[in-house]
């Protein structure tokens, strides 16, 4: 199982980008698929998730009403737009794929992409 995340860059504040996530190894079905973003000197966090099959999403606090996770299961991508960016919002950014949520925290995701760095600057 691959994930190759991209689309990561330096923008203004108030500005939108577009990360993407190419799933590649297997079929993901039921699987969820999710964002995360680590900060400098800060921990890694959850940002968003949606479930393969339905599109259910959720969204962390920081981030709902301005980011969007949707994916694309014919081409097996999942996407993440980000709008009225700030400057908090400048970490690098993980796709990250689980089978199920049993801990309701990042160890439930056993696949992770490599990070896409995003700028955000005030």
């Known amino acids: 199982v691959q994930l190759q995340a991209s689309g990561g860059g330096s923008v203004q504040a108030g500005g939108s980008l577009r990360l993407s996530c190419a799933a590649s190894?297997?079929?993901?079905?039921?699987?969820?698929m999710g964002w995360f973003r680590q900060a400098p000197g800060k921990e890694r966090e959850f940002v968003a998730r949606?479930?393969?099959?339905?599109?259910?999403?959720y969204y962390a606090d920081s981030v709902k009403g301005r980011f969007t996770i949707s994916r694309d299961s014919a081409k097996s991508m999942v996407y993440l737009q980000m709008n009225s960016l700030k400057f908090e919002d400048t970490a690098v950014y993980y796709c990250?794929?689980?089978?199920?949520?049993?801990?309701?925290?990042?160890?439930?995701?056993?696949?992770w992409g490599q990070g896409t760095l995003v700028t955000v600057s005030s």
């Open positions: 949606a479930t393969w099959n339905l599109g259910t999403t």
């Open positions: 990250a794929a689980a089978r199920t949520l049993r801990y309701g925290n990042s160890r439930d995701y056993t696949n």
């Open positions: 190894g297997r079929t993901f079905t039921n699987w969820v």
